[in-house]
């Protein structure tokens, strides 16, 4: 086993407050060893620098999908402007919240999904 100190963000006997998460390293034991503590506090640290490698991804993706859809919102803007349309159309973001709401299979709940919406669409109108 690889002597190791590794920073741990799950609570531990060697913090002050044994509720909150420690950020502090763990030294290996004696034996040049990590203690099963230490193991299993590595173990979580690894599982979570996997799921934020995934949020990091998924947060590239997202940003790349929302100025595309930033582009054709403009896009959209600019015709109606051409054809002397009115740029907001109610109607077309009640119709869009509703088919969102059908797509979300949780745990975003409809509050969520309606906030997070509501500044995508703010934004389009800018």
Aim: net charge negative.
């Amino acid at each position: 086993m690889q002597a190791a100190v590794q920073a741990c963000e799950q609570p531990h006997q060697a913090c002050d407050q044994g509720e909150q998460a420690c950020e502090q390293p763990h030294q290996a034991c004696d034996q040049g060893e990590m203690s099963s503590d230490e193991q299993a506090c590595e173990q979580v640290t690894t599982e979570i620098a996997v799921h934020r490698a995934r949020i990091d991804e998924i947060d590239a993706l997202l940003v790349r999908l929302l100025n595309e859809r930033q582009e054709q919102a403009l896009t959209i803007r600019a015709l109606k402007e051409a054809a002397g349309l009115p740029c907001y159309d109610a109607e077309r973001e009640r119709d869009i919240l509703a088919r969102l709401l059908t797509y979300s299979e949780g745990p975003l709940d409809e509050m969520a999904i309606r906030a997070i919406y509501a500044a995508i669409l703010n934004e389009s109108k800018r």
